[in-house]
């Protein structure tokens, strides 16, 4: 038996693979103890799928034909560099994955730095990067605050905008353990989603008026002098700032823009302000709207108004994907060196440097994720480099990406499926799926946990990191000549002064190492000045409200048994099957007006485009259409982007009609 990091949810669940016969099963310890969701135990099937790549493939005219791997990379590396000669290394973007191991994150944003651009970014941008610099400018760390065992031992949880009963199945046990214990399980959505059956209150909201919720309970908090004043006084500043600009948003007001009863506003901020400790988890439902940095400051203020932050509470940024986490602290964002350490930083920008055997690296904030396609429309970027992801289906409005991918000098996907955005590579190089390698990889709890081969990679193909380390030495950087994948782990384990004297064969055979430590903000926080920022935020509106022609809202959210684009999970039959067949959810007055029953096949369209699936009456409130993420949702969803580069995937006014 091997163990294996779950190739899915940012949870970071442990499987144990036996290598005959290609099962998995859960590893009893942490941070899974013993659990695992349908697509972890499943998360084999795709593995040996029809439709892997095997060898690298050359577009010439419209045919994709086989290359050798030396004649491939060394292609890629001589189009790399005559594009850089002709128009600047700006010119090329590197997207990196959230799937592939902290090793080959690290090692794709070092070519890129070394290359001479800051274009590097990760999927991160799309989901939880709003968090990042709301934390950042709250308490100083963009990333989860504790553990998860910590969860319970608080009494409140306060679950917003994020639904772990489908997206984070296994984390719910510790959520449950805390309800148990007798904590109050408080959930804000604008749906009634599977957690909210384990809560004791529960808060259908309007969508994206999240703000005003925040703010009206700060307010009761603040006016019923429920705050912890200790804490306040001497940890935080700007609190009267906040305490006065929230003074407007009393619960009567709420009530009239977020659609709960003032009284339920003052009953759920009592109960989580008395509970003495709490945690505050949070999801996209905050963080893809254009408010999504304002969203999670708002709540953010709530943690600090009560101390929950350190050992009374915590920040829950629920990761996507398996390793969301890592790619981010490896330097996989266009703003960021590794460990979120701003680009401005001469310091550490000289030390990462001098370890790469170069004097200095670019200090220009690279392009977003997002905005990589306005630059290709612009003709600012002539060459795209993708590990891993498949933004011609995970972008929103993807139309407009699909269209910029077509106008690329040179594409290259690097992925272990022909993809939807291979489809539009000149090169598309085979990469070997997560169990056919070895390498590191962090979780939403900031653990980094060891993923063992379990069996030899897929026909030609070749694990990322490899690849990459091709890639290098073929574009005459320094420093590439990696022959084992361990050798990355240690020297992104010089780039911490945490991680400097623990050991590849401590991470390996025990149950991984946090980044920094276990809980951040215990005693200090990491601001100049030590002390959290409350930040005053007001109400932003979404960037398309509904009209006439567009009367309702669109929203996404995710399945339990499929994850993001499907380019895994449709593979496996056994998640397929569980999972039916994907349908609009609709209200009963809205489905009744339209002249629409259970079943029947619909049309949702905004001003983007169209796509047909069939409806389900009831579960969402009246007003609002929620459809599953996974399937061909981006072809309508909103581009319009927050501060952190997030699109507004939760907001889109629509119409829907019947077929
Ligand atoms: Fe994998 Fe997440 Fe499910 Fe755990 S909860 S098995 S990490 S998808």
């Known amino acids: 038996m091997k163990t294996v990091v779950c190739p899915f949810c940012g949870f970071g669940c442990r499987l144990l693979v036996d290598e005959k016969s290609m099962r998995a099963k859960p590893y009893p310890g942490q941070p899974n103890r013993g659990k695992l969701c349908p697509k972890g135990l499943y998360s084999l099937e795709f593995v040996r799928s029809q439709g892997r790549l095997k060898r690298p493939l050359k577009r010439v005219g419209s045919a994709m034909v086989p290359i050798s791997w030396g004649v491939a990379v060394e292609e890629i590396a001589n189009k790399l560099l005559e594009i850089r000669e002709l128009y600047g290394p700006d010119a090329v973007a590197f997207l990196s994955s959230s799937k592939i191991s902290n090793e080959e994150n690290y090692l794709l944003q070092k070519i890129a730095r070394l290359f001479g651009t800051n274009n590097i970014d990760n999927c991160a941008r799309l989901c939880h990067e709003a968090s990042v610099h709301a934390l950042k400018l709250a308490v100083g760390t963009g990333a989860q605050t504790n553990p998860y065992e910590d969860l319970e031992n608080f009494n409140a949880v306060l679950i ?13 046990n510790y959520v449950l353990r805390a309800k148990r214990r007798g904590a109050k399980v408080i959930v804000v959505d604008v749906r009634e ?32 002098e429920l705050y912890d004043e200790e804490f306040v006084r001497s940890r935080t500043s700007g609190f009267s700032e906040v305490r006065m600009a929230v003074m407007k948003y009393t619960p009567e007001y709420a009530e009239t823009v977020t659609g709960i009863p003032a009284e ?33 400051l708002a709540v953010i203020n709530l943690a600090l108004l009560l101390g929950y932050i350190g050992e009374k509470g915590g920040l829950y940024p629920m990761r996507g994907q398996n390793n969301v986490q890592g790619a981010a602290y490896m330097g996989a964002l266009s703003e960021f060196l590794p460990g979120y350490v ?55 409005d993807f139309t407009r990406v699909r269209r910029a991918l077509r106008k690329l000098d040179l594409l290259v996907v690097q992925d272990v499926f022909m ?24 979780n939403s709890e900031r653990r980094i946990q060891w993923s063992h081969k379990v069996c ?3 026909a030609d193909s070749k694990p990322d990191w490899e690849i990459l380390a091709m890639l290098g030495r073929a574009l005459g950087l320094p420093g590439f000549n990696y022959t084992r994948v361990e050798e990355i782990t240690v020297e992104y384990f010089r780039l911490f002064p945490e991680l400097e004297e623990r050991s590849v064969d401590e991470l390996k055979n025990g149950e991984g190492i946090f980044l920094p430590r276990k809980r951040l903000h215990t005693w200090e926080f990491a601001t100049p000045d030590g002390k959290a920022r409350f930040m005053a935020v007001e109400r932003i509106s979404p960037w398309e409200e ?23 999970t449709l593979r496996s039959p056994s998640l397929v099957k569980l999972m039916g067949e994907p349908k609009v959810m609709i209200n009963e007055k809205d489905a009744k007006r339209l002249g629409i029953t259970d079943g029947d096949w619909v049309d949702i369209e905004t001003r983007r485009g169209r796509i047909r699936m069939r409806a389900k009456v009831g579960g969402v409130p009246e007003g609002l259409v929620a459809i599953p993420f996974h399937f061909k949702a981006n072809r309508i969803t909103s581009p319009a982007l927050n501060k952190a580069g997030t699109p507004e995937f939760k907001f889109s006014a629509c119409r829907v009609k019947k077929m």
């Open 193 to 224: 989603t599977r957690t909210m059956a384990f809560a004791d209150y529960k808060l259908i909201i309007k969508p994206g008026t999240d703000i005003v919720l925040a703010n009206a309970m700060a307010n009761v908090i603040t006016g019923e």
């Open 264 to 296: 339920t506003i003052r009953e759920v901020a009592r109960a989580f302000a008395l509970a003495g400790s709490g945690a505050i988890m949070w999801g996209m439902g905050l963080t893809q709207h254009v408010s999504g940095v304002e969203n999670v």
């Open 546 to 568: 509904p009209s006439e022609e567009f009367p309702l809202i669109l929203t996404t959210v995710r399945l339990i048994n499929h994850y993001n684009t499907g380019e895994m």
């Open 419 to 442: 993809t939807r955005t291979a489809r539009y590579a000149h090169y598309v190089l085979p990469a070997s799926a997560f169990c056919e390698k070895e390498g590191s990889y962090m």
């Open 342 to 396: 701003p680009l401005t930083d001469e310091r550490f920008r000289k030390r990462v440097a001098s370890l790469w055997g170069v004097d200095d690296l670019p200090t220009e904030r690279g392009l977003y994720l997002t905005e990589l396609w306005d630059a290709i429309e612009r003709s600012d970027l002539k060459a795209l480099y993708i590990v891993g992801e498949n933004p011609a289906v995970s972008e929103a």
């Open 160 to 172: 917003w905008g994020y639904n772990p009963a489908e997206t984070h199945p296994v984390v719910m």
């Open 456 to 458: 030899e990679p897929y």
